[in-house]
Nanobody
């Protein structure tokens, strides 16, 4: 069983930056870890994910503005976002998946507004 707890969301001005954290409990060494987001009235979409080998991929809307990373010792993954735009406003979810297992955090709200 894997539990994921996100933190770091909040209100950010356009052009600003933030870092989201996701603390995981349980063994996640082989999992693909990632961040998704869901804005009101829209489907959940990939922001970024990372394999246990360190291979990353990013959603088109955040490429060049986001970096996903993981701290194995702390069992934590991060999402660093910069040059934030109002359209980045959404609930951001941490995800861990491996074979038939798929776990989600409770989500953290990010609002980009002046």
């Amino acid at each position: 069983q894997v539990q994921l707890v996100e933190s770091g969301g909040g209100l950010v001005q356009p052009g600003g930056s933030l870092r989201l954290s996701c603390a995981a409990s349980g063994r996640i060494f082989s999992y693909v870890l990632g961040w998704y987001r869901q804005a009101p009235g829209k489907e959940r979409e990939l922001v970024a994910d990372m394999t246990d080998y360190g291979t990353t991929r990013y959603g088109d809307s955040v490429k060049g503005r986001s970096i996903i990373s993981r701290d194995i010792a702390k069992n934590t993954i991060y999402l660093q976002m910069s040059n934030l735009k109002p359209e980045d406003t959404a609930v951001y979810y941490c995800n861990a998946r491996l074979s038939g297992s798929n776990y989600w955090g409770q989500g953290t709200q990010v609002t980009v507004s002046s």
